[in-house]
């Protein structure tokens, strides 16, 4: 609803993103963080195979081509890599072509920007490049057609940053 002085009130179009937007201030724990990270590897995989059954070629060969560019060395490559892997999984959500789906983009970019502060979970060179490599092999399944390999890959990839800061 809109409020709007000497004319009333209107409904306002449905938009998923405003009630997501709303929960990114509020998560602040490493609790909450860890449900966020729970939440991904329940919906990430679906989302995968959703855009596995929407996505064209063209798509994929974008995503390889971002994917295929070596990564520079030392700090830059590790806001590079984040801005990867927050492009990579947000054009996945994209092809997956459902709204709601999509609606979840703030709370990635939380995660994501949680790597870079987190003394726990921090995002070094060595991860962004092991993460970029866990993504073009995750392109590489859905060229081939194959979803399920691309599904485990994507599996692993979750794994990288868990939120209790514990390796794979």
Not at 29 to 49: F, H, K, S, W
Not at 73 to 80: A, D, I, S, T
Not at 96 to 117: C, H, I, K, P, Q
Not at 156 to 165: H, I, V
Request: one cysteine or more; charged letters at 35%; aromatic letters at 6%.
């Amino acid at each position: 609803m809109e409020s709007r002085p000497k004319i009333g009130l209107r409904v306002l179009p449905f938009d998923p993103t405003t009630h997501f937007d709303q929960i990114i201030p509020r998560i602040r724990t490493d609790e909450e963080r860890a449900e966020l990270y729970e939440l991904r590897c329940l919906l990430e995989p679906a989302i995968l195979g959703l855009a596995a059954r929407r996505v064209t070629p063209a798509a994929l060969q974008r995503l390889e081509r971002l994917l295929e560019t070596p990564l520079p060395r030392g700090r830059n490559g590790v806001r590079e890599g984040i801005a990867r892997d927050v492009a990579f999984h947000e054009e996945l959500w994209r092809i997956a072509g459902n709204r709601f789906v999509l609606s979840f983009r703030g709370l990635l970019l939380r995660y994501f920007a949680d790597l870079e502060r987190h003394p726990r979970r921090r995002a070094t060179e060595g991860l962004m490049r092991k993460t970029n490599d866990q993504h073009l092999a995750i392109v590489r399944a859905l060229k081939s057609g194959d979803v399920e390999r691309a599904q485990r890959e994507l599996a692993r990839n979750l794994q990288t940053f868990r939120p209790d800061g514990s390796p794979e």
